[in-house]
C-alpha cells in the first residue's frame, strides 16, 4: 500500500518472519492517527494484509481470549 500512495522509501530491513524465513523489506516513515494523536510510524512493506505493529501498544493493554469468535480488547493502561 505504501507504494501505492507514494510514500518515499526511507530505508531498508532484514529479519525473520514467524515461519523462519529471513526477509528484506522497504521501510517507508509515515504518520497515523492513533487514539487521537498523530504519531510518527516506520512503514515495513510486505505482501498480505496490513498489520498492527507492537510498538504502537506501548502502554496499552491488549487482551487475546483464545476462543472462536472472541473480542480482542486494547486499552490504554
Known amino acids: 500500500m505504501a507504494e501505492r500512495i507514494t510514500v518515499p522509501i526511507a530505508s531498508s530491513d ?8 529471513p526477509v528484506s523489506v522497504n521501510v517507508h516513515r509515515g504518520r497515523v492517527i492513533w487514539d487521537g494523536k498523530e504519531k510518527e510510524v516506520a512503514i515495513h512493506c ?9 510498538s504502537l501498544m506501548l ?8 476462543q472462536e469468535n472472541a473480542l480482542v480488547t486494547l486499552a490504554p493502561i
Open 59 to 66: 502502554n496499552y493493554l491488549l487482551i487475546v481470549p483464545v
Open 46 to 54: 510486505l505482501e498480505g494484509d496490513p498489520l498492527l505493529g507492537m
Open 14 to 21: 532484514q529479519f525473520t518472519l514467524a515461519d523462519g524465513m
